[in-house]
């Protein structure tokens, strides 16, 4: 069974960093599109960024672009989330999920850790 654990959240004030973790397990994801989505409160879930394992192509939402990094480390299957300027309008709580390269949807999901950006 697949198993993703978020860590790394917090709060840090406007215009600081964090960096979120995920770590993987259950299975060679080497086939797998890596991803984290966030949700605000009362808001529908959001797509932030994802990368595909082999590859390492990455995809970002337009609204962090240029302020967000994902990146993965195979050896130790863990992706990485970095974080730079953050607004308070990215407070949220944040998923790590995966999905199979042919899939549209995420199939399989972390438990969230919380991302709070004071003004």
């Known amino acids: 069974q697949v198993q993703l654990v978020e860590s790394g959240g917090g709060l840090v004030q406007a215009g600081g960093s964090l960096r979120l973790s995920c770590a993987a397990s259950?299975?060679?994801?080497?086939?797998?599109?890596m991803g984290w989505l966030r949700q605000a409160p009362g808001k529908e879930r959001d797509f932030v960024s994802s990368?595909?394992?082999?590859?390492?192509?990455?995809r970002y939402a337009d609204s962090v672009k240029g302020r967000f990094a994902i990146s993965r480390d195979a050896a130790k299957n863990t992706v990485y989330l970095q974080m730079n300027n953050l607004k308070p309008e990215d407070t949220a709580v944040y998923y790590c999920?995966?999905?199979?390269?042919?899939?549209?949807?995420?199939?399989?999901w972390g438990q969230g850790t919380q991302v709070t950006v004071s003004s």
């Open positions: 999920a995966a999905r199979r390269n042919y899939e549209t949807n995420f199939r399989f």
């Open positions: 259950g299975r060679t994801f080497s086939s797998y599109v």
């Open positions: 990368i595909t394992w082999i590859a390492g192509t990455t």
